[in-house]
């Protein structure tokens, strides 16, 4: 193994200088035998160009950032493929950053994908990183939000989210038909897509009369607090049903309900967000977002940058089973 070889091993091996290399490296006009001595040296000694040297002069490199604020929900597994497939197609690389929702380090990690002068920058975060992505968009990185829309974006900022308040409907219609009357809700906090399908359920609960109380709604922070918020909700409302609005505590809020010995759907009916590998095994209905889909998009809005600020809405979809007592 020698060392890395370097444009100049290239210019001295090609008989030109290293500016000459430069230009024919970079699409420049060169003279078409200059530039044939140039690529056979290239590829004699198999020379890699220096990606960050490029961005250099460039102002900005290739690379599209992404912050996903929690890779355990399984909304972010096709999200990220759909990212991935566009960047691949259009010559960029993808640097994921997983901020485990804390906001300093969500903060921190937008400053340093600025500071790497990524070609654009998609997060799933908190609004604790709006400022500091608004002011990259007015600098002309494009960057994108999703899972929530941005108030007032300036150009260069885009969204990509679900119509949560549809979600939400579309579990009050289908629990309604199940026969289900007393419903409970496990959320993820006050998160704007936790209170959107909350909303359009308690809107879509009331039109068939049947009202869902503050108390019938529990936050949680994490999978650990799951048993407990099953436990209160039980004592609270005997509910014939429970919904999970975050997909990541499905296997909790499941785990919880076998514990205690309840069967789904005899003794409870529930239904979740996000369609897992293993949902149809077990018959768990699912409210599905087309995360692939709105991965593919951001990556769009990226790669394609238009001048004027896009806030796109993707449909969800009741993918239906038996954990609700469906019938035939």
Known sequence: MGKRTTIGDVAAAAGVSVATVSRVLNGGAVKGATATRVWDAA???????????????????????VLIDDLSSPFYLDLMRGIDEVADANGSLV???????????EVAQVQTMDEQRVRGLIVTTSESTDDRTRRMAARGTPCVVVARSV???PANLHSVALDNRAAGRLVAEHL??????????IT???????SGRTEGLQR???????????????????NEDV??????????????????????????????LMARGLMIPDDIGFLTMDDFSWAPALGITVIAQPSYQMGLKAAGLIVESPAESAQLTFQPELIARTSCGERG
């Open 176 to 185: 309604v038909s199940c026969g289900r009357r007393t419903v409970g809700v």
């Open 95 to 105: 640097m994921f950053s997983n901020t485990f929702r804390h906001v300093d380090r």
């Open 227 to 256: 048993d407990a918020a099953i436990g209160v909700l039980l004592e609270r409302c005997a509910p014939d049903a429970i919904v999970c609005f975050a997909g990541r505590r499905t296997v909790a809020v499941h785990s919880a």
């Open 188 to 194: 993820s906090g006050k998160r704007p897509s936790q």
């Open 43 to 65: 590829n004699r000694l198999d020379y890699t160009p220096n990606a960050l040297t490029k961005s250099i002069f460039a102002g900005k490199s290739s690379t599209i950032g």
């Open 151 to 153: 108030q007032s974006p």
């Open 204 to 222: 879509g609960l009331a039109e068939a009369g049947l009202p869902l109380p503050d108390e019938a709604v529990v936050a949680v922070a994490g």
